[in-house]
């Protein structure tokens, strides 16, 4: 299957500051990701849907200005926490598909907000 | 009626059974059901999928047994290993667009 790889796996910041974490897919082109969130044995909750080029589309009670999400090519999308808290720390996965065909899932990346 | 229910939320077999995991959904816009694989720290892996023109799909020990009238559809190890434990997420989507997963089922196959 085709490779999506996340960037950093891990990351620990202070409360305040603002973390960004990377997803890009690696021998494909997506022309959409999506971003989750996974809270430690719970299951994965869809956070927003972005397509290369337009604003990401936010799911209800996601907050778009604190989950800054950016999709500037078709191999490439971002998802920056701004001033993290606590309460943000959790797992992050993104997912990549090419025009209707199944998602390939990053690793994951571990948020620590200390 | 977006909601995918999972059960068990945990499961432990012996080495060689065969665990069953079962899902339930309500939308029927839904056509395409994905099981996934998830080991501690890591993303999910994609095992098996199955659009509704079919009641059953195998591939390799995983197959996925589909039941459209009841909106039901279940996944089955065969001949299950150790290297199975882990915790197993089924989820429904229209396309391939905004999966909606299950609470996820933690298996424990002993040795």
């Known amino acids: 299957g085709a490779v999506v790889s996340q960037h950093p796996s891990w990351v620990i910041c202070k409360s305040g500051t603002s973390v960004k974490i990377e997803c890009r897919s690696l021998?494909?082109?997506?022309?959409?990701m999506f971003w989750y969130r996974q809270f430690p044995k719970q299951s994965l909750m869809l956070m927003a849907t972005?397509?290369?080029?337009?604003?990401?589309?936010?799911e209800q009670g996601v907050e778009k200005d604190k989950f800054l999400i950016n999709h500037a090519s078709l191999t490439l999308s971002t998802l920056t926490v701004t001033s993290a808290h606590p309460e943000d720390s959790s797992f992050y996965i993104c997912?990549?598909?090419?025009?209707?065909?199944?998602?390939?899932f990053g690793q994951g990346t571990r948020l620590t907000v200390v | 009626q977006q909601q995918v229910k999972q059960s068990p939320q945990s499961l432990i077999v012996q080495k060689g059974g065969i665990p069953i995991i079962n899902c339930a959904y309500e939308?029927?816009?839904?056509?395409?059901f994905p099981w996934y694989q998830q080991f501690p720290g890591k993303g999910p892996a994609l095992l098996i999928a199955?659009?509704?023109?079919?009641s059953e799909k195998k591939e390799g020990r995983f197959t996925i047994s589909f039941n459209k009238s009841a909106k039901q559809f279940s996944l089955h190890i065969m001949d299950s290993q150790p290297g199975d434990s882990a915790t197993y997420f089924c989820?429904?989507?229209?396309?391939?667009?905004?999966?909606?997963f299950g609470t996820g089922t933690r298996l424990l196959v002993s040795p």
């Open positions: 997912s990549a598909e090419q025009g209707n065909t199944e998602a390939f």
């Open positions: 021998d494909f082109q997506a022309t959409t």
């Open positions: 972005s397509n290369e080029g337009s604003k990401a589309t936010y």
């Open positions: 939308n029927t816009a839904f056509d395409y």
């Open positions: 199955i659009r509704p023109d079919v």
């Open positions: 989820a429904a989507s229209k396309g391939f667009q905004k999966l909606v």
